[in-house]
């Protein structure tokens, strides 16, 4: 039964217009998208130190997509989706964040040494997926199918920053920066990484159709409480 299920949300998916004219049209770009996203998903499987290819050179390249996904996939994803790729770019997000959230890939290029810059980096990554979700109105006809590609591509982004922000902020909770500039009771607790979680799916809901006017609305009244206390 679930099998049907799965089947008749990818058909109903893959009948909008704009996405089945893009995989008739562009099959170069779908290509390179898994390109980009299945080394990396593959090289997650697989035990570190493992031999792959046996060729010395394309080992390396492997490594070096697996080890760059996060940096390349938000880019990839944001010019995908600004040429109206709009699968492929979900391909690449879903891809990207698989493999952040099974492999550190993230805090081994950006450990918590570095202090403010793993966070920093989290952020400036994440924001390239919150836009391409902003920007589907414009690009996919209103409907259930925009509606999953929208489903798909926000807990793509949750995942993603499962993988990158809230181990980022985590790490930078245990250095000396992090009792520097906010609470030690802060920095000794889960609520920095945890918490960053809510302001992400606030990003998410200003992405969301109609989502803006509510997150504003909940963000108005906050600064009104606030201005109470």
């Keep these: 039964m679930s099998e049907f299920i799965i089947t008749d949300a990818v058909e109903e998916f893959f009948d909008d217009d704009a996405i089945q004219r893009d995989l008739d049209e562009h099959p170069l770009t779908w290509g390179l998208a898994l390109l980009l996203v299945a080394p990396a998903i593959v090289l997650s499987l697989i035990e570190p130190g493992s031999e792959l290819t046996g060729i010395q050179e394309l080992d390396m390249l492997l490594l070096l997509i697996h080890g ?3 940096l390349t996939a938000p880019i990839a994803s944001f010019i995908l989706a600004h040429g109206n790729h709009l699968a492929p770019s979900l391909i690449i997000a879903m891809g990207a964040s698989a493999t952040v959230m099974s492999s ?3 805090t081994d290029l950006f450990p918590s040494e570095s202090g403010l810059i793993p966070p920093i980096i989290s952020i400036l990554i994440l924001v390239p997926f919150v836009l391409v979700l902003r920007n589907k109105k414009w690009q996919l006809n209103p409907g259930s199918s925009r509606n999953m590609w929208a489903g798909l591509m926000a807990t793509s982004i949750l995942m993603f920053s499962g993988g990158t922000l809230i181990p980022a902020l985590n790490g930078f909770a245990t250095t000396n920066e992090c009792t520097d500039l906010a609470n030690a009771e802060i920095c000794a607790s889960n609520y920095l990484g945890w918490g960053a979680l809510a302001v992400v799916a606030m990003a ?10 509510i997150v504003e609305e909940l963000a108005d009244d906050m600064l009104r409480a606030a201005r109470r206390i």
């Design 204 to 213: 998410i809901g200003w992405a969301w159709p109609k989502g803006r006017h």
């Design 68 to 70: 760059t996904i996060f």
């Design 104 to 106: 550190p890939v993230f």
